[in-house]
């Protein structure tokens, strides 16, 4: 199916399954432990085996020698894979280093052996009885020192590394009122529960993976590019994923490694990232500097907006360009926009909950903050007064799908009772706390890739639908099942879903924002095609003919669709040009209440609303909960989540969950989550937008705008742990 101009009126207008609330059809089975994760599937292939992974102990250098003799003779080993004795395999499309093979180490923890044994205990025991020697040579690992001398790196997306629009330093020089500072976000972590994971095992020439992974067709390319394999004679199989944030977008060494392991011993072998290699083998949230420069008049138009970023990666490659959102938030005629990646080694940084925009709003949108105090004015009214109108700022060409940004921040402040907010820092206290309150907007793109289903009738009235889409916990088994409910004309409790096997056709997978809407878009395509199957069988036209209560109906005529046997259909939906005419995005305002201890700076988030623009919601109920969960995440980013980074031995210190603090369910009292009743006609034929990264992009920033407000003290450098405030706080009475 061609989408190839907005979509008009169509049956998801009066949807009955669509749009509800509706408890994920999977949820019975992880709560009562149904559900099976990549390394739970024991059932899938006899006589496995365990592997455990040993990383480097050096961030950079090579390995003289490995002595693996005492642990290939220990008790239960099958097989001892070491680094040295292979060639390096090729890199996929879709790593930044080598995952395994050769002698050189280009990051801490990078895997250099893999012991497979009868059980996890013995392989993990032989493990620690390698003996390996390295050649150690000085990294690079400190962001701070090296930014300085960090080149442009062109974005993602394409565009320069420094970009400008209008007189942007003559603008700034002259503007009456101006914000001129720097922000700093450290390296996170992904901290999924579920650790990276996978089983392997080989029939031939044909290898299987049981693995946990967001982005089943990249991961299939990958690993036959990394072993060499037709493509044709991989399968991938990952129905149920614990938790990824875009550290499973990508395959990692637990595939490689089982893989080998398997092929080695000749059954299958399991192997799971111990979670210290979570941290430093696999990909992570890289740390930003960013300098935020705002030139404005006096009633606070922006006349100047300047966002430059430095930070780091292997090989220089793109990492975390915390400018995306700055072009398309706020209006303001000249514009300068500068990415720096130093080149680093430390492990890889790749996409996290957010890539960019996440760490890009704790810096902007606290300068809109400074800024409206400089300018005298309410921080809604300051960003009000600066909503671009219809053209995105600085590309006349693009216009806005569907926007509606300040009906976010009206409809927030009402319900948030922002009219009550004393803008003066520090003159709200309730006995021992000082209570601020905050604000912020957020803005995520809504990109959609092409994503295909097949739809079979199972002859008796059913539906079954099959893709290789992902569900991370996100809700895809529910807003597919209902997508194809709405559109086959069946109850949701005759739709089964079968996700995460590459041997279903491929859809766009879990990250970027866009497997929402791009994976039911698929759906309805695969299903628009089962319909007219339906009707050539049966002689009536199937794009005019109603589908309800399992039924359809045709003039006169009544049919039963068990009557219409067993078929199946398949099909893509593929989204045109026309799309780059505009700007899609989703939008939130943010709000945040915390309160700050006037004795011991102890920061307590109390209450935190979202107020979301994103489409047509497919399901409400999950949606919310991807909204209050990235609520949270942003909540670690501005108070508690760092890794600490040894910038002499170039490794992630707190490489565990009792070190790398996130936050509880003490932490986060009370969220509240609205949608708006938009619709994007543009994004695809559900006119609905991803939301899952939105909820992250802004409340950070509405924290720590909160805690200005409660204490008067400006901290900039995330996360804001009460040591960079605590001797200044506010004297007591």
Same mark, same amino acid.
């Given at each position: 199916?061609?989408?190839?101009?907005?979509?008009?009126?169509?049956?998801?207008?009066?949807?009955?399954?669509?749009?509800?609330?509706?408890?994920?059809?999977?949820?019975?089975?992880?709560?009562?432990?149904?559900?099976?994760?990549?390394?739970?599937?024991?059932?899938?292939?006899?006589?496995?085996?365990?592997?455990?992974?040993?990383?480097?102990?050096?961030?950079?250098?090579?390995?003289?020698?490995?002595?693996?003799?005492?642990?290939?003779?220990?008790?239960?080993?099958?097989?001892?894979?070491?680094?040295?004795?292979?060639?390096?395999?090729?890199?996929?499309?879709?790593?930044?280093?080598?995952?395994?093979?050769?002698?050189?180490?280009?990051?801490?923890?990078?895997?250099?052996?893999?012991?497979?044994?009868?059980?996890?205990?013995?392989?993990?025991?032989?493990?620690?009885?390698?003996?390996?020697?390295?050649?150690?040579?000085?990294?690079?690992?400190?962001?701070?020192?090296?930014?300085?001398?960090?080149?442009?790196?062109?974005?993602?997306?394409?565009?320069?590394?420094?970009?400008?629009?209008?007189?942007?330093?003559?603008?700034?020089?002259?503007?009456?009122?101006?914000?001129?500072?720097?922000?700093?976000?450290? =390296?996170?972590?992904?901290?999924?529960?579920?650790?990276?994971?996978?089983?392997?095992?080989?029939?031939?020439?044909?290898?299987?993976?049981?693995?946990?992974?967001?982005?089943?067709?990249?991961?299939?390319?990958?690993?036959?590019?990394?072993?060499?394999?037709?493509?044709?004679?991989?399968?991938?199989?990952?129905?149920?994923?614990?938790?990824?944030?875009?550290?499973?977008?990508?395959?990692?060494?637990?595939?490689?490694?089982?893989?080998?392991?398997?092929?080695?011993?000749?059954?299958?072998?399991?192997?799971?990232?111990?979670?210290?290699?979570?941290?430093?083998?696999?990909?992570?949230?890289?740390?930003?500097?960013?300098?935020?420069?705002?030139?404005?008049?006096?009633?606070?138009?922006?006349?100047?907006?300047?966002?430059?970023?430095?930070?780091?990666?292997?090989?220089?490659? =793109?990492?975390?360009?915390?400018?995306?959102?700055?072009?398309?938030?706020?209006?303001?005629?000249?514009?300068?926009?500068?990415?720096?990646?130093?080149?680093?080694?430390?492990?890889?940084?790749?996409?996290?909950?957010?890539?960019?925009?996440?760490?890009?709003?704790?810096?902007?949108?606290?300068?809109?903050?400074?800024?409206?105090?400089?300018?005298?004015?309410?921080?809604?009214?300051?960003?009000?007064?600066?909503?671009?109108?219809?053209?995105?700022?600085?590309?006349?060409?693009?216009?806005?799908?569907?926007?509606?940004?300040?009906?976010?921040?009206?409809?927030?402040?009402?319900?948030?009772?922002?009219?009550?907010?004393?803008?003066?820092?520090?003159?709200?206290?309730?006995?021992?706390?000082?209570?601020?309150?905050?604000?912020?907007?957020?803005?995520?793109?809504?990109?959609?890739?092409?994503?295909?289903?097949?739809?079979?009738?199972?002859?008796?009235?059913?539906?079954?639908?099959?893709?290789?889409?992902?569900?991370?916990?996100?809700?895809?088994?529910?807003?597919?099942?209902?997508?194809?409910?709405?559109?086959?004309?069946?109850?949701?409790?005759?739709?089964?879903?079968?996700?995460?096997?590459?041997?279903?056709?491929?859809?766009?997978?879990?990250?970027?924002?866009?497997?929402?809407?791009?994976?039911?878009?698929?759906?309805?395509?695969?299903?628009?095609?089962?319909?007219?199957?339906?009707?050539?069988?049966?002689?009536?036209?199937?794009?005019?003919?109603?589908?309800?209560?399992?039924?359809?109906?045709?003039?006169?005529?009544?049919?039963?669709?068990?009557?219409?046997?067993?078929?199946?259909?398949?099909?893509?939906?593929?989204?045109?040009?026309?799309?780059?005419?505009?700007?899609?995005?989703?939008?939130?305002?943010?709000?945040?209440?915390?309160?700050?201890?006037?004795?011991?700076?102890?920061?307590?988030?109390?209450?935190?609303?979202?107020?979301?623009?994103?489409?047509?919601?497919?399901?409400?109920?999950?949606?919310?909960?991807?909204?209050?969960?990235?609520?949270?995440?942003?909540?670690?980013?501005?108070?508690?989540?760092?890794?600490?980074?040894?910038?002499?031995?170039?490794?992630?210190?707190?490489?565990?969950?009792?070190?790398?603090?996130?936050?509880?369910?003490?932490?986060?009292?009370?969220?509240?989550?609205?949608?708006?009743?938009?619709?994007?006609?543009?994004?695809?034929?559900?006119?609905?937008?991803?939301?899952?990264?939105?909820?992250?992009?802004?409340?950070?920033?509405?924290?720590?705008?909160?805690?200005?407000?409660?204490?008067?003290?400006?901290?900039?450098?995330?996360?804001?742990?009460?040591?960079?405030?605590?001797?200044?706080?506010?004297?007591?009475?």
């Amino acid at each position: 199916m061609k989408f190839d101009a907005p979509a008009g009126p169509n049956l998801f207008d009066n949807a009955k399954i669509v749009g509800k609330s509706t408890p994920r059809i999977d949820g019975p089975l992880k709560t009562t432990g149904k559900a099976p994760y990549a390394y739970e599937r024991h059932d899938v292939a006899p006589n496995q085996a365990y592997g455990y992974v040993l990383g480097s102990a050096i961030a950079k250098g090579r390995i003289v020698s490995m002595d693996v003799a005492e642990a290939r003779a220990a008790p239960g080993v099958l097989a001892v894979i070491a680094t040295t004795d292979m060639k390096q395999l090729p890199k996929s499309d879709y790593n930044t280093v080598p995952l395994f093979g050769g002698a050189a180490i280009t990051h801490y923890h990078q895997a250099v052996a893999c012991v497979v044994a009868e059980t996890f205990e013995q392989a993990r025991a032989a493990a620690a009885l390698i003996r390996t020697r390295y050649d150690r040579v000085p990294g690079r690992f400190d962001l701070e020192k090296l930014a300085p001398s960090a080149p442009l790196v062109p974005g993602r997306d394409g565009e320069p590394g420094r970009k400008v629009i209008g007189d942007f330093e003559g603008a700034f020089a002259a503007a009456a009122v101006k914000v001129d500072e720097k922000y700093t976000t450290p =390296d996170e972590s992904h901290a999924m529960m579920e650790p990276h994971a996978s089983i392997a095992a080989w029939n031939g020439d044909r290898l299987t993976i049981w693995t946990s992974n967001q982005m089943i067709a990249w991961g299939k390319g990958a690993i036959a590019q990394i072993l060499g394999l037709d493509p044709k004679n991989v399968r991938l199989d990952s129905p149920y994923v614990g938790g990824g944030f875009g550290g499973k977008l990508f395959i990692r060494a637990d595939a490689v490694l089982a893989a080998l392991g398997a092929k080695q011993v000749g059954r299958p072998v399991k192997v799971a990232l111990q979670r210290p290699l979570m941290a430093n083998n696999t990909t992570h949230r890289p740390a930003t500097i960013q300098r935020i420069r705002l030139g404005a008049d006096k009633n606070g138009r922006i006349t100047a907006i300047g966002h430059e970023n430095w930070t780091g990666n292997q090989a220089g490659e =793109d990492a975390e360009n915390a400018t995306m959102q700055t072009p398309v938030l706020y209006a303001g005629a000249n514009r300068l926009i500068a990415n720096h990646t130093a080149v680093m080694d430390l492990p890889e940084g790749n996409a996290m909950r957010a890539p960019g925009e996440a760490s890009g709003h704790l810096a902007l949108e606290v300068a809109l903050d400074e800024l409206a105090e400089k300018c005298g004015l309410d921080p809604i009214e300051l960003r009000i007064r600066n909503e671009p109108t219809g053209k995105v700022p600085g590309n006349p060409k693009q216009k806005f799908s569907d926007r509606h940004l300040v009906r976010c921040l009206r409809e927030g402040a009402a319900k948030f009772g922002w009219a009550a907010r004393n803008p003066k820092p520090g003159q709200v206290r309730e006995g021992r706390w000082l209570i601020g309150h905050g604000v912020a907007a957020g803005f995520r793109g809504a990109p959609t890739m092409k994503s295909a289903a097949r739809v079979r009738l199972d002859g008796q009235g059913g539906l079954i639908v099959e893709t290789d889409m992902t569900d991370i916990g996100t809700g895809s088994y529910t807003i597919i099942a209902q997508t194809a409910a709405e559109t086959m004309g069946v109850p949701l409790n005759r739709v089964k879903v079968t996700l995460g096997d590459s041997d279903h056709p491929a859809a766009a997978g879990s990250g970027g924002q866009w497997g929402a809407a791009s994976s039911t878009a698929g759906v309805y395509a695969a299903c628009v095609a089962l319909r007219r199957q339906i009707g050539a069988k049966l002689g009536f036209d199937g794009d005019t003919a109603t589908f309800a209560d399992g039924h359809i109906q045709v003039g006169n005529r009544r049919i039963s669709l068990a009557e219409a046997g067993a078929l199946s259909a398949e099909d893509a939906i593929e989204f045109g040009k026309f799309q780059k005419d505009y700007n899609v995005g989703t939008y939130a305002a943010h709000f945040a209440e915390v309160a700050v201890d006037a004795y011991t700076g102890e920061t307590r988030i109390r209450r935190m609303l979202a107020v979301c623009d994103a489409g047509r919601i497919l399901n409400p109920l999950s949606a919310r909960s991807q909204v209050i969960g990235a609520m949270v995440m942003s909540a670690g980013a501005a108070l508690m989540e760092e890794l600490a980074v040894d910038t002499r031995f170039g490794f992630f210190v707190n490489h565990d969950l009792a070190s790398y603090e996130v936050p509880v369910h003490a932490d986060i009292p009370h969220q509240d989550c609205l949608f708006l009743d938009t619709l994007d006609p543009v994004v695809s034929p559900m006119k609905a937008k991803g939301v899952g990264e939105l909820g992250i992009c802004g409340p950070g920033a509405a924290v720590a705008n909160a805690l200005y407000n409660a204490t008067g003290i400006r901290v900039r450098d995330y996360p804001l742990t009460l040591d960079k405030y605590l001797d200044r706080l506010p004297a007591l009475t």
